[in-house]
Nanobody, 116 residues
Framework: QVQLVESGGGLVQAGGSLRLSCAAS????????MGWYRQAPGKQRELVAT???????NYADSVKGRFTISRDNAKNTVYLQMNSLKPEDTAVYYC??????????WGQGTQVTVSS
């Protein structure tokens, strides 16, 4: 059994910053890619950023230059530093982990609200 627990969401004014964390626990030998996705009301879930086990990153165009994804492999934890937040960043943010043989796991989501 694998669990992903997110933290760090909240309410922030436009231009502000938040840092999300996601810790994976359970029967974990290794984790391939980890990532963050988000879903705004009435919209489909979309990719925000991903990071491989060796540190290669990928970002959605809408967050490039503002968000930074990182991970601590020893702690099975992924982070998302979000700067220069905009109202359109408001969404529920979900953590994702891809485990060899076991597949994809998702966290329960954390709300990020950016006020104008």
């Amino acid at each position: 059994q694998v669990q992903l627990v997110e933290s760090g969401g909240g309410l922030v004014q436009a231009g502000g910053s938040l840092r999300l964390s996601c810790a994976a626990s359970g029967s974990i030998f290794s984790i391939n890619a980890m990532g963050w996705y988000r879903q705004a009301p009435g919209k489909q879930r979309e990719l925000v950023a991903t990071i491989t086990s060796d540190g290669r990153t990928n970002y959605a165009d809408s967050v490039k230059g503002r968000f930074t994804i990182s991970r601590d492999n020893a702690k099975n934890t992924v982070y998302l530093q979000m700067n220069s937040l905009k109202p359109e960043d408001t969404a529920v943010y979900y953590c994702n982990a891809d485990l060899p043989l076991f597949g994809q796991f998702w966290g329960q989501g954390t709300q990020v609200t950016v006020s104008s």
